[in-house]
C-alpha cells in the first residue's frame, strides 16, 4: 500500500478496516470513512479549512464537563440527534411520539407520587400550571405505575443544571395503578440553546437564531412497554415552526388553558386562577424492540 492517492486512498483505509472483529464496528467504520472522505473530495478541503476544523472539535470537547455535554448540542443544532430518533422510533400507530432527549436530563431527580409539586425550592416563580392525565397503552388501556420523569427550563429559559443550584422543576413523578398522574409545575417559556461555547458561535456563523419553543421534556417508562422520550410544546409558541434542534411533531403540541374557579384551586392546592395543560401519554408495548434501542432507552431512564 504504497504510493496511494486522491482515488486510491478511501479503499485502502477501508481495507485495513476490514481486520476489525466486531461486524458492526467494522460496518460502521467503512461507511464512516468512505463519507468523510466523499466530503473531503466534494468539497475540496484545503489544509487550513481542516485544521480549522479541528480547532473547533477540540474546542467542543474542552467545552464538555460533568454538566455540560457541547456534543450532544452541536449533533442537536445539525438535525443528527432528530435524524437518530427519527431512524429508532418508527411510532407504533397511537403511540406518543418520540423527540430529542437533549443535554439537560440528570438521573437521580426527587420522586414524586400523584400530585407533586415540582415548584417545591424554585428560585424563580412562572405562571402556576397544574398537568394531569393518564399513561395508556396504545389501546387505550390505562398502564399501571408509570414513571414519568420531567423537566424544564426555569422563567429565565435557563436549566438548573446549566447554574451551580440544586435540581429544579424537575421530579420523578409516578402515576398510580389507574394510570393517572398529576403535578404543579410553571408553564414553560421559550428559550435559548447555550450560545455561549463553540456550538454558539457555529449557529451564529450560519445566521440562523439558537431558540427553542417552550416545551417540558418528559421519559415515560413502565414494564412490559417501550419507553419514549418525548416533549409536550405550548400551543401558541412563536418558535414552533423554527426549533433550533429541529424537535417539533405536531402530535407533541398542548393546549393551556385557564382556570378560574377558587374551590378547585383550593382543593390541587393552586393559587386562583391557574394554567391546567391536560395530557395523555401512550406507551407502545415493548415486544419486537431492537436490542440496541433496549439498552439506549435503560440508560436515560435507569
Ligand atoms: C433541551 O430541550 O433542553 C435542549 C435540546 C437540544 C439542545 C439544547 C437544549
Ligand atoms: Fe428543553
Redesign the pocket.
Known amino acids: 500500500m504504497r504510493q496511494l492517492n486522491e482515488d486510491t486512498l478511501t479503499q485502502a483505509v477501508v481495507e485495513r478496516l476490514q481486520k476489525a472483529k466486531d461486524a458492526r464496528f467494522r460496518e460502521i467504520m467503512t461507511s464512516a470513512v468512505k463519507h468523510l472522505h466523499a466530503f473531503a473530495r466534494e468539497v475540496h478541503l484545503t489544509e487550513e479549512e481542516w485544521f480549522e476544523g479541528i480547532k473547533f472539535l477540540t474546542a467542543v470537547g474542552q467545552k464538555c464537563d460533568d454538566k455540560r455535554q457541547e456534543f450532544i448540542?452541536l449533533s442537536?443544532i445539525l438535525g443528527l440527534s432528530m435524524m437518530i430518533v427519527a431512524l429508532n422510533n418508527k411510532t407504533v400507530p397511537g403511540a406518543t411520539e418520540a423527540t430529542?432527549l437533549?443535554?439537560?436530563f440528570a438521573h437521580g431527580a426527587k420522586e414524586y407520587g400523584y400530585g407533586a409539586d415540582l415548584r417545591q425550592g424554585a428560585t424563580m416563580k412562572g405562571e402556576d400550571v397544574w398537568v394531569s392525565g393518564r399513561v395508556l397503552s396504545v389501546d387505550g388501556k390505562p398502564v399501571p405505575n408509570a414513571a414519568l420523569d420531567i423537566w424544564q427550563a426555569k422563567a429565565d429559559g435557563i436549566?438548573d443544571l446549566q447554574t451551580d443550584g440544586e435540581f429544579e422543576l424537575r421530579g420523578r413523578v409516578k402515576a398510580n395503578a389507574n394510570g393517572e398522574y398529576a403535578f404543579a409545575s410553571y408553564k414553560p417559556k421559550f428559550y435559548s440553546?447555550?450560545v455561549d461555547g463553540p456550538v454558539g458561535d457555529l449557529i451564529r456563523a450560519t445566521g440562523n437564531h439558537h431558540m427553542?419553543p417552550a416545551?417540558m421534556?418528559a421519559i415515560v417508562s413502565a414494564p412490559g412497554y417501550q419507553p419514549v422520550i418525548t416533549h409536550v410544546f405550548v400551543e401558541g409558541d412563536p418558535y414552533l415552526d423554527g426549533d433550533a434542534?429541529f424537535a417539533v411533531k405536531d402530535s407533541l403540541i398542548g393546549r393551556y388553558t385557564k382556570v378560574n374557579d377558587a374551590a378547585q384551586a383550593k382543593k390541587l392546592g393552586m393559587p386562583n386562577p391557574f394554567l391546567k395543560l391536560e395530557w395523555d401519554f401512550r406507551l407502545a408495548p415493548d415486544e419486537g424492540i431492537k436490542a440496541r434501542k433496549k439498552i439506549a432507552a435503560s440508560d436515560a431512564v435507569a
Open positions: 448540542l442537536d430529542v437533549g443535554p439537560f436549566y440553546v447555550p427553542r416545551h421534556h434542534v
